[in-house]
């Protein structure tokens, strides 16, 4: 083999230095139909061969997007569900996300308490969703399923680890896992609409109990105040990993436009979707501030917020329009949190549901 490699170092030579007469050559003993192995005996393929595999590698070296798809009512939006979606994007390259239509949430779940305009518009605004599809079935029937293959092109269904069963008991998602093309993730633990629910109704209860003591003239029992508001607590454990995967691990520019705007941004919810989107417009890079649980208590009353701290700071890290958070930021803006933080423009919403717009103030004018 040395033998014959050497015997066809002329060769090798001549493509060497003189590329041009030899690549006209062999494309001459292409198109004559000649085997360029003719010459010397090199063995290369022959040229129309050699262009078909050239050719396929390149379109081969473009690898095709994979895109996977998630449905769910999204009721009461909340970080277990921006969680999910994550994860599922993690699957692929681009999310497809399915929001159940009202009448479908009401034959199998009951009433949602968001309509479907909100819930749009919540999912829409999560940095990890690409396309959404609305009025998704609550079930992945095989027309639908078809459908989702055909025209958006999805290659896999993406559910959590929890099960997912239909009024007669049936698996939801059984005929996604016959074709092979149903892809599993791990459920948030600690969260759930079904749990928020019932913070806000013991909300409503303990402030009503509260009411009716003050019109009495019995003495509160401070010991009972405090367990009913501990009976509905979150059971979520932040960590610093979590808070890392709902980051955008990118600081301002050097000359980026810093805007800030702080709230509670408690049961984050449609209308703190549009409002950031406003603040972002406004600069290059968006700074949020998160109220502690205490500072929320002072200002709404002892039952308030619904979700602590680092929950609400995961529901507003979740939003696309967002760029960084302050965990735990103060009431009022300070002249070392603008120069910390380079601030070029201080921002922020209206107490009432009005129609005011933003207020904006400068840096100068703090």
Not at 349 to 362: A, D, I, K, Q, Y
């Amino acid at each position: 083999m040395t033998m014959e490699y050497e015997s066809n170092s002329w060769i090798w030579d001549g493509l060497y230095y003189y590329p041009h007469f030899f690549g006209g050559l062999m494309l001459t003993a292409a198109l004559l139909g000649v085997s360029t192995s003719y010459f010397g005996g090199i063995g290369v393929f022959s040229l129309p061969h050699l262009w078909s595999d050239c050719f396929h590698k390149k379109k081969c070296g473009k690898k095709k997007r994979v895109r996977v798809y998630m449905d769910g009512c999204f009721d009461l939006m909340h970080y277990g569900h921006a969680n999910a979606l994550r994860q599922a994007k993690a699957l692929g390259d681009e999310l497809v996300v399915g929001v159940v239509s009202d009448e479908e949430i009401i034959a199998n779940k009951g009433p949602p308490v968001l309509s479907m305009e909100e819930r749009l518009a919540l999912v829409s605004g999560l940095k990890w969703v690409d396309e959404v599809i609305a009025n998704a079935p609550y079930a992945i029937t095989e027309q639908f399923m078809n459908r989702l293959f055909n025209e958006h092109k999805i290659d896999y269904i993406i559910h959590g680890d929890d099960p997912c069963l239909l009024p007669d008991g049936t698996d939801a998602y059984a005929l996604a896992k016959k074709v092979g093309r149903y892809k599993q993730i791990k459920r948030t633990e600690g969260v759930s609409s079904t749990d928020i629910v019932g913070r806000i109704l013991s909300s409503m209860e303990d402030t009503k109990a509260c009411e009716d003591h003050n019109n009495a003239s019995l003495p509160r029992d401070p010991l009972r105040a405090i367990q009913s508001k501990d009976a509905h607590l979150s059971q979520f454990l932040p960590t610093s990993r979590r808070i890392v995967q709902f980051s955008n691990c990118k600081g301002p520019g050097p000359n980026a436009r810093v805007v800030y705007i702080d709230g509670a941004f408690d049961l984050f919810h449609a209308g703190h979707v549009e409002i950031l989107k406003k603040a972002r417009q406004l600069g290059d890079f968006l700074l949020v501030g998160i109220y502690t649980d205490q500072i929320v208590s002072e200002h709404r009353g002892s039952y308030h917020p619904i979700m602590h701290l680092h929950e609400r700071s995961l529901s507003v890290l979740a939003c696309r329009y967002v760029d960084e958070v302050i965990i735990g930021a103060p009431w009022e803006v300070t002249k070392d949190m603008i120069t910390t933080f380079n601030i070029c423009l201080v921002v922020h919403g209206t107490v009432s549901e009005t129609n005011t717009p933003l207020t904006v103030r400068s840096k100068r004018s703090l």
